[in-house]
Nanobody, 111 residues
Framework: QVQLVESGGGLVQPGGSLRLSCAASTSSFSIYTMAWHRQAPGKQRELVASISAGGNTNYAGSVKGRFTISRDNAKKTVYLRMNSLKPEDTAVYYC?????WGQGTQVTVSS
């Protein structure tokens, strides 16, 4: 059974940085588009960033210029580097790929 396991969330002050990681258990990782989504309390889950098998990236307007998605196919891992974090970035962040969701990791931006 394919699994996606996120890590790297936590509490950070406004303006700070975090890097999320998502490790996949499938050997076919390199062919999938991978994405990060997030869900804040009382809000719908939204797409944050995606990266294709070829490395093409897309970002939500609210994070463009602050977040960077990347992947390491040898490690079967996708990353989300988050800089200049704002309180409104507070949410549970989910990794998604091949129709599978990770369990989520909490990111809290607060002073």
């Amino acid at each position: 059974q394919v699994q996606l396991v996120e890590s790297g969330g936590g509490l950070v002050q406004p303006g700070g940085s975090l890097r999320l990681s998502c490790a996949a258990s499938t050997s076919s990782f390199s062919i999938y588009t991978m994405a990060w989504h997030r869900q804040a309390p009382g809000k719908q889950r939204e797409l944050v960033a995606s990266i294709s098998a070829g490395g093409n990236t897309n970002y939500a307007g609210s994070v463009k210029g602050r977040f960077t998605i990347s992947r390491d196919n040898a490690k079967k891992t996708v990353y989300l580097r988050m800089n200049s974090l704002k309180p409104e970035d507070t949410a549970v962040y989910y990794c998604y790929g091949n129709s599978i969701w990770g369990q989520g990791t909490q990111v809290t931006v607060s002073s």
